[in-house]
Nanobody
Framework: QVQLVESGGGLVQAGGSVRLSCAASGRTFTSYALGWFRQAPGKEREFVAA????????SSTNSVKGRFTISRGNAKNTVYLQMNSLKPEDTATYYC????????????????????WGQGTQVTVSS
């Protein structure tokens, strides 16, 4: 079992920055990838970015490339999402997720590959 707790969301003006954090806890016997997804009202949950167990491999969706950066803490159980140049269309609830057994190689981008989810944190970007 893995528990995930996100923090750092809030209200920000367009062009501003926000840093999200996610802390993972619990006992695991395998490496895991950590990812960020987001869901806007009336829309499906979509992939944002993910990072491998070692932190050496990352992936992100095209709409956030060059603006968002995912990183992993030294202890491996924390992941961050630095979001810069925010746009109103980035407004959503952001979820942290863990993909057990998929910590090596390119981290997965499909939500069905993730086993555990946090409760989400709201990010609202005003124009």
């Amino acid at each position: 079992q893995v528990q995930l707790v996100e923090s750092g969301g809030g209200l920000v003006q367009a062009g501003g920055s926000v840093r999200l954090s996610c802390a993972a806890s619990g006992r695991t016997f395998t490496s895991y990838a950590l990812g960020w997804f987001r869901q806007a009202p009336g829309k499906e949950r979509e992939f944002v970015a993910a990072i491998s167990w070692s932190g050496s491999s990352t992936s992100s969706t095209n709409s956030v490339k060059g603006r968002f950066t995912i990183s992993r803490g030294n202890a491996k159980n924390t992941v961050y999402l630095q979001m810069n140049s925010l746009k109103p269309e980035d407004t959503a609830t952001y979820y942290c997720a863990a993909a057990l057994g998929l910590g090596v190689g390119v981290p997965p981008s499909h939500k069905y590959e993730y086993n555990y989810w946090g409760q989400g944190t709201q990010v609202t970007v005003s124009s």
